[in-house]
């Protein structure tokens, strides 16, 4: 199985702030990595697809880099609303493995 | 707008199977870009696939549960299914529906849309 780490687990800021998550996986995916948004009691939203690419009605704040094996997900400008945990996952290959998930909080 | 709901127990005994549906509304399940999927996510954790399928009926699955998993599509209701036997507590989770979209620009390959997920308890 590939192994996707996070880092950090977890992450305090305040709005306006620019925040990076990294995300490597234990083999090289090309630029089969996601990442999610997830708000307590709610179901994932899928920010990022292949590395970089916003998904479609996700603010532009959100920006996405990486190839290989590391990979980050940046968001320039905090907003109330952004306060959440972060998963990446990679879809190079079976089983679809999720990182632990990086909780960004005030 | 495409739609996914779980639907089934929400507390089941151990050693029992665990039965959930997922009934997918707005669209068909019967497109050549789409695999289906559950996710499940136990209080506090994270994510962990458990499977996908293909509207054709072809499956694959997350080898740390494939002996006690089995996912299964009936198109002419637009539902997909998962049955996980031999339930311990530590299958106690949020389960998730999702579509799995081939389709995306690139080499985009992700799980775009999601049920809002069922709470699952095992526990006698």
């Known amino acids: 199985d590939i192994q996707m780490t996070q880092s950090p687990s977890s992450l305090s800021a305040s709005v306006g702030d620019r925040v990076t998550i990294t995300c490597r996986a234990s083999q090289s995916i090309r630029s089969y990595l996601n990442w999610y948004q997830q708000k307590p009691g709610k179901a994932p939203k899928l920010l990022i697809y292949?590395?970089?690419s916003l998904q479609s009605g996700v603010p532009s704040r959100f920006s996405g880099s990486g190839s290989g094996t590391d990979f980050t997900l940046t968001i320039s400008s905090l907003q109330p609303e952004d306060f959440a945990t972060y998963y990446c996952?990679?879809?190079?290959?079976?089983?679809?493995?999720f990182g632990q998930g990086t909780k960004l909080e005030i | 707008q495409l739609q996914l709901q779980e639907s089934g127990p929400g507390l089941v005994k151990p050693s029992e199977t665990l039965s959930l549906t997922c009934t997918v509304s707005g669209g068909s399940i019967s497109s050549s870009s789409y695999y289906w999927g559950w996710i499940r996510q136990p209080p506090g954790k994270g994510l962990e696939w458990i499977g996908s399928?293909?509207?054709?009926?072809?499956?694959y699955y997350n080898p740390s549960l494939k002996s006690r998993v089995t996912i299964s599509v009936d198109t002419s209701k637009n539902q997909f299914s998962l049955k996980l036997s031999s339930v311990t507590a530590a299958d106690t989770a949020v389960y998730y529906c999702?579509?799995?979209?081939?389709?995306?620009?690139?080499?985009?390959?992700?799980?775009?849309?999601w049920g809002q997920g069922t709470m699952v308890t095992v526990s006698s």
């Open positions: 996952q990679q879809s190079y290959s079976t089983p679809h493995t």
């Open positions: 292949a590395a970089s």
């Open positions: 999702a579509r799995r979209n081939l389709a995306l620009a690139g080499t985009g390959d992700a799980f775009d849309i």
């Open positions: 399928i293909y509207y054709s009926g072809s499956t």
